[in-house]
């Protein structure tokens, strides 16, 4: 009688998956602590601008890394390049760091007022919804000049 058992799929599978966390300096597959790799940030554009050949403005909603439900906005400003590629010149955090609410900052209704003006100071105005039962927040002013994001 024969009592070599031949082996199947799903052990084949165990062992080499056992191998390579082997080689890989963990036996049971996880990671170390010295491995640990970071997602990037999830972030979505929520609002931009292009003022003429002067200015870029984009709006970005960040979700945080601490807590799923908060978000920070980042405004960035680009000026155009003597070769016309735009490149950044400032950013700002809009409000406090992870003082938004993910959900609604990328929802369709997100953007309560986003005003732009092409002079020199670029007055710039930002409002958001802070939540659909609490409505938008009250205007952000800002001004761009020289391609510098300051508060008015």
């Known amino acids: 009688m024969?009592?070599?058992?031949?082996?199947?799929?799903?052990?084949?599978?165990?062992?080499?998956?056992?191998?390579?966390?082997?080689a890989l300096g963990t036996a049971d597959g996880s990671a170390g602590a010295s491995d640990t790799v970071t997602a990037p940030r999830?972030?979505?554009?929520?609002?931009?601008?292009?003022?003429?050949?002067?200015?870029?403005i984009k709006l970005t909603a960040l979700r945080s890394s601490q807590d799923e439900y908060a978000a920070s906005v980042r405004l960035q400003v680009y000026t155009q390049?003597?070769?016309?590629?735009?490149?950044?010149?400032?950013r700002v955090t809009v409000g406090e760091a992870d003082g938004w609410f993910w959900f609604p900052l990328t929802g369709k209704v997100a953007v309560?007022?986003?005003?732009?003006?092409?002079t020199e100071p670029a007055p710039l105005t930002v409002s958001l919804?802070?939540?659909?039962?609490?409505?938008?927040s009250e205007p952000a002013h800002y001004v761009v000049k020289q391609g510098r994001v300051l508060a008015s």
Do not use: M
């Not at 390049?81 to 400032?90: F, M, P």
């Open 2 to 22: 024969n009592l070599a058992r031949k082996p199947n799929r799903r052990t084949t599978t165990a062992v080499l998956a056992l191998l390579t966390a082997a």
């Open 42 to 56: 999830q972030s979505k554009l929520i609002a931009s601008s292009v003022l003429g050949s002067d200015y870029k």
């Open 81 to 90: 390049t003597a070769d016309g590629a735009w490149k950044e010149s400032d």
């Open 112 to 118: 309560c007022e986003f005003s732009t003006a092409s």
């Open 129 to 136: 919804l802070v939540t659909p039962s609490i409505g938008c």
